[in-house]
């Protein structure tokens, strides 16, 4: 009796080991503490391996998985992270209802070709007395840094704590959060991260509204409005080609394109200097217009290189 | 002649090489720039060897011999930092006249077994846009951070800096500098940092001076006068193991004993948590003690953790 039991579970194993190990291939793992996703990374480099991350909040869309593309090229083992960080939304804003849809996210991560998803807690990062900030001291004095004041301190202090987590050769962020992405660049400066940040271009909906995880709380008519940002710009690239010189008078043409639409309060219109985010009066080099515009309870941002 | 000559040639190597191997053998290795260093710690990291970090301003005394000692202990490989880092220092302070002998470190450094000084120039940390720090929120606003309120934003910031630049897996800092300490173990644990912190014992002269780079700084009767930091602690020990639990009264009987010596100015005595730095009224589990005081222009501190 007990001999067959034995030759009954030795077989059961030979055929559910192999099965396991080739779901395993298909499945995505899934990290929750900082310490087992920081010795896996450790191993890895020891290796030699190349480690690419994307962090994200999460309710991925295409504007995502070009970054996920992005590092599937760029390393041989890639992280994404999803986590809505608490301490980059101010008062009174969306954190509660900002959007989440963990099984989605990782099933699309997944067929990117994901390695691991970095999936920790809000009491995992911030501990009972988490008291460290890092925070720049100019680029964030400008554009969307004027209206979300703490939003960036707590951006770069969660990428710093990221970075250190999840240990990356290269980091890849998009270019629709301009100033985003340069404050981390000047960051990784600064603090002499050893990790490569490459921007990858905004991904558009086919009318060219900037893909968003806020676009899922614009209502139909919203929806169309909400294109109001990208027309602008691309006016504003016209203009700017035609030999418009005058930042102000642009800005101008675009309150007004963009106020004289139902839901709409602008938050900024920029035009400045790409590198310093300072403002632009006389358009005679490349310059980034960026803008932010609410429309209903949805705040969108958009942004685009222009050269005269 | 050709041939000669070529004869000549491997003949010299053959003598030249061993030579210069056996002096590398004893020289120590100076490095300077940020890429270096890292590039070097990525290596040995991937090799498996452990790497211990020392980071000091110099001018080194008996105190960082023993850091020193520690990090030599700890890891296969050690690591000294040498920069005097102006952001740590406020205005009207001692940056210009803090004591430096590089040469004098280097020698000390080579006969505790140190494999890499790092001492970076000034432009080598902090470019043309330096913008970004680290800070803390409470631990700061206690001892020395409420006399000197950008002092810890320079410590953490360039600590935070130099270990992505050194990578190192075990830190080694003073317990003279009690508040650094406490600073860095929290900043580490926030970020994230995947260091071990070692707190090493104050080292102090023959009468109980704790040894310190600015004891430098002191005329000989003000060297007597110095005494007066540690003699103060000692009798709070005395007072509180005879059973005084009056955090008020001992400060109240330690500012009286030093402010009647010659040339002193108190800038603070607390009496407070080990781990929260906030101010203690009723001695009932162990307490820090430290204080910091100026013997002439030289400010001095130091500090005890005493049970009851």
Redesign the interface.
């Known amino acids: 009796m007990t001999a067959s039991v034995r030759v009954c579970f030795f077989r059961w194993k030979w055929i559910v080991y192999p099965l396991s190990s080739i779901f395993e291939e298909f499945a995505i793992k899934i990290i929750k503490t900082?310490k087992e996703i920081?010795t896996r990374s450790?191993m890895l480099?020891?290796e030699?391996r190349v480690i690419s991350f994307v962090p994200t909040m999460g309710f991925l869309h295409e504007g995502h998985l070009a970054l996920l593309r992005e590092g599937r090229r760029l390393g041989d083992d890639l992280i994404l992270s999803i986590f809505v960080n608490p301490t980059q939304f101010g008062p009174g804003e969306d954190y509660e209802s900002y959007p989440r849809d963990f099984e989605k996210d990782f099933e699309l991560a997944r067929k990117e070709g994901v390695d691991v998803v970095f999936t920790p807690t809000k009491d995992e990062?911030y501990?009972d007395?988490?008291?460290?900030?890092?925070?720049?001291?100019?680029?964030t004095k400008h554009l969307c840094g004027l209206s979300r004041p703490s939003h960036f301190k707590g951006v770069?202090?969660v990428v710093?704590?990221l970075f250190?987590?999840v240990?990356p050769h290269i980091a890849v962020f998009g270019q629709k959060d301009f100033q985003q992405l340069a404050i981390i660049r000047?960051?990784v400066?600064?603090?002499?991260?050893?990790i490569e940040i490459k921007g990858v271009q905004t991904v558009r909906e086919k009318d060219g509204l900037a893909m968003s995880s806020r676009n899922a709380g614009l209502a139909p008519e919203q929806r169309k409005t909400a294109l109001c940002l990208y027309s602008s710009l691309v006016k504003s690239r016209e203009r700017i080609q035609e030999g418009e010189k005058n930042a102000s008078a642009l800005i101008q043409e675009m309150k007004v394109y963009i106020i004289s639409r139902f839901e709409t309060e602008i938050d900024y219109i920029s035009i400045c200097d790409p590198d310093?985010l300072d403002d632009v009066d006389k358009i005679e080099r490349p310059v980034l217009i960026a803008l932010a515009v609410k429309v209903g309870k949805t705040r969108l941002i958009d942004n685009m290189i222009i050269s005269p």
């Open positions: 900082v920081q450790e480099r020891k030699g990062l501990g007395r988490f008291q460290t900030h890092v925070a720049l001291e100019s680029l770069a202090t710093a704590k250190n987590i240990k000047q960051m400066s600064d603090l002499d991260f050893d310093t």
